[in-house]
């Protein structure tokens, strides 16, 4: 149905609680990255709109943390939109904060708990290659 896909990868190690939040955070930034992927207002029988969301679905995957490393590298080479989330990032408090510990990371070995991905569904499916959805 879509030519195109969307999909998070968190790490496998992480507490119930981070897996949401990173899911959460990186959730937003597809949405903030791709406003033209947004579904309408959602209305209940009583007329109260509700935010709209992604108009397609969002496959959520696990990984370890070399496996999100691959997968992050694979995404730049074939020029995919990314979001990524590291561990630092759990210590801070506000946007600015967690720019200034994602800008801190080594590029070619960032300590990635999560990643969004989006792109051509070929493209996003051989990122993902060997990966699971998480149960």
Avoid at 56 to 81: I, N, S
Avoid at 105 to 111: K, R, V
Wanted: aromatic share 6%; proline share 2%.
């Amino acid at each position: 149905m879509f030519d195109n896909k969307v999909a998070v990868i968190v790490r496998s190690d992480l507490q119930t609680w981070q897996k949401l939040n990173v899911t959460a955070f990186l959730a937003t930034g597809v949405a903030g990255a791709n406003p033209d992927k947004l579904g309408d207002l959602y209305l209940d029988a009583a007329g109260r709109a509700h935010a709209c969301m992604l108009g397609q679905p969002l496959m959520v995957f696990t990984a370890e943390l070399d496996e999100l490393q691959a997968a992050h590298r694979k995404a730049g080479e074939r020029q995919l939109g990314c979001a990524a989330y590291v561990s630092a990032m759990f210590e801070t408090g506000h946007d600015a904060a967690n720019r200034a510990v994602f800008v801190a990371e080594d590029p070619q070995s960032l300590d990635l708990v999560g990643l969004a991905v989006w792109g051509l569904k070929k493209d996003v499916d051989k990122t993902l290659t060997g990966l699971k959805l998480h149960d």
